[in-house]
């Protein structure tokens, strides 16, 4: 029984150059508050892409942090 090698099946992925770049002004973004990039692979491309980009929320007291509030910001990612 001959093994068959990993790397067979292995498909290498290109990075979408606007993803690129937006993720290089991400990096080097001025602003402190939280954010995040979300990436997906796009099979028929063969490509890393730009699936959502969020800024992330802002809590000025631990007051505002309330469960209406959470539930409003989570259904933001549904």
Do not use: H, Y
Not at 31 to 36: F, S
Not at 56 to 62: A, C, N
Request: with cysteine; net charge negative; charged share 40%.
């Amino acid at each position: 029984m001959g093994s068959r090698d990993p790397s067979d099946s292995l498909v290498v992925c290109e990075v979408d150059p606007e993803l690129k770049e937006k993720l290089r002004k991400f990096r080097f973004r001025k602003e402190t508050d939280n954010a995040a990039i979300i990436m997906k692979v796009d099979k028929d491309r063969q490509m890393v892409v730009l699936e959502e980009e969020f800024q992330v929320f802002e809590i000025r007291t631990t007051d505002d942090l309330t469960e209406a509030w959470l539930q409003e910001k989570l259904a933001f990612f549904r």
